[in-house]
């Protein structure tokens, strides 16, 4: 834990107790504030209770007398509107901050030398948060990973010499970090996502570009245009940039030809890595996670060979393009964190011949973007609210069934893919949707698929992670 010693003697409100809530809240009481906690769900008040915090209903507190509102990602600061509490706050002048800001102010205080990676993006974010911390342990190095991805950043040891923070943000977490300042800032890309709580696309680009404005250096994606723009205006600053080009090259950074990860400096290039060295990290969009970690890793001080060593040992990430088993010619494949229609086309360019499960609640935009893969597609299997739009979508290009459950998509997608003669087969999960109409989270509706997998393939023929 990360005791938040900068707010030590002030009163602070703190609404949203799940897992990066009571984090905040126990991080905050053990550095000697008072703290006050509030959920508008029962259970989790009472949870937080028997861990030993002050529950007390915020709507009957006098937010005059707060020196902060905490509030957890997941609750709305703007848009669709603001939760109550915001409005509270903003009534009172109380500033309203997120568990990466308090990581912020901790370091700025106690280790302000403390290497900080940030990384943000639509796509790609958690397998290059992963990425970048794996080759630092492999190569030794002391890492602290955390953030949007698995533990709650102040759940993580504290900064200090030669320990290196790597934290996943996504754009509600940003959009609480006004002091956010890494070390390392990167940008991955940007496309349509999460405007419920943001309201446009460009309020969304300019929450994510905050990241990498108070960074030392930035690495950003160039293959967007919104990216794109963010990398001019980070190189007018005179401030140290990578950028990283894989559908359109650039003339100083990193970028993808034939499969290697080049290093170019107007016109004269370096093969600095085979990409099928690296068997987790499959596809044009492993390409960009690759990059980024190797720009971000060499700022840590690694070396180019300790770097490539850590990039083909990088063992992938559950619930990612994670390949879960395999029965004869027929490759099973759990994407479920595919939540929107530009990270299932990934999985769709990494595989030739598809039996498609997808659907849920979706996004804006729906599947239309994706026509261009369609003809990759053999068969699709439609689940969730999205049901009805994503088979209007594929009419007359790719034949579509339309299901109840997610159990009963994949086991009509397996014994299709069986009767297939094709010699490689992808039975995948990619939803292109979020999970919320039939699951808690994208989470547990891969260990659905998981299960659904397991279930309906002979143990005798399978092989991959049973686990």
């Excluded at 300019?206 to 990216?227: C, E, H, M, P, Y």
């Excluded at 994670?322 to 929107?340: P, S, W």
């Excluded at 804006?364 to 699709?380: N, T, Y």
Aim: aromatic share 6%.
């Amino acid at each position: 834990m990360i005791p938040i010693t900068t707010l030590a003697g002030k009163r602070v409100a703190v609404f949203g107790l799940g897992g990066s809530g009571l984090s905040t809240a126990s991080a905050l009481a053990a550095g000697s504030a008072d703290v006050l906690v509030w959920d508008d769900n029962d259970g989790r008040v009472k949870a937080a209770e028997d861990a030993g915090l002050k529950a007390q209903n915020l709507r009957h507190v006098d937010f005059s007398t707060l020196d902060a509102l905490v509030l957890a990602p997941g609750v709305p600061l703007t848009h669709p509107q603001p939760h109550w509490t915001v409005d509270l706050a903003n009534a009172a002048g109380v500033e309203i901050i997120g568990d990466i800001e308090l990581f912020c102010r901790e370091r700025a205080a106690l280790a302000p030398g403390c290497p900080f990676v940030a990384i943000t993006g639509t796509n790609g974010k958690s397998t290059t948060t992963a990425l970048i911390a794996h080759i630092l342990k492999q190569a030794d190095r002391s890492v602290e990973m955390g953030g949007n991805i698995g533990t709650a950043i102040l759940s993580l040891k504290s900064a200090a010499p030669g320990r290196i923070h790597v934290v996943e943000c996504s754009s509600y977490q940003i959009d609480l970090a006004p002091s956010l300042a890494p070390s390392v800032g990167i940008l991955l890309n940007i496309s349509p996502d999460h405007l419920d709580r943001h309201g446009t696309i460009e309020n969304y680009a300019a929450i994510k570009a905050r990241l990498i404005t108070n960074s030392d250096a930035a690495i950003v994606g160039t293959d967007d245009r919104f990216s794109a723009k963010v990398a001019d205006n980070v190189e007018a600053s005179s401030r140290e940039l990578t950028r990283i080009g894989i559908r359109n090259p650039v003339s100083r950074g990193l970028m993808l030809r034939a499969g290697w990860l080049l290093e170019t400096v107007d016109g004269t290039e370096q093969k600095l890595f085979a990409l099928n060295k690296a068997p987790n990290l499959r596809g044009a969009h492993n390409a960009q996670n690759a990059a980024a970690a190797f720009a971000a890793c060499r700022y840590c001080g690694l070396k180019d060979a300790e770097i490539v060593s850590g990039l083909e040992s990088f063992p992938g990430l559950v619930h990612r393009m994670e390949t879960i088993a395999q029965e004869g010619r027929v490759r099973l494949v759990n994407d479920t964190k595919a939540t929107n229609a530009d990270a299932a086309e990934r999985a769709l360019l990494s595989f030739d011949h598809i039996y498609w499960i997808a659907g849920g609640v979706p996004k804006s935009g729906g599947i239309a973007g994706l026509a261009d893969h369609f003809p990759r597609i053999a068969k699709a299997y439609l689940i969730g609210e999205a049901r009805d739009e994503f088979a209007a979508t594929l009419n007359g290009y790719v034949p579509a069934e339309l299901f109840d459950s997610l159990e009963e998509a994949t086991a009509a997608a397996i014994k299709d893919a069986r009767n297939d003669t094709a010699a490689d087969i992808t039975v995948l999960l990619s939803p292109a949707c979020a999970s919320f109409d039939q699951f808690s989270n994208f989470e547990q509706r891969g260990e659905a698929f998981r299960a659904a997998v397991f279930s309906n393939l002979s143990r005798n023929e399978m092989h991959g992670d049973q686990s």
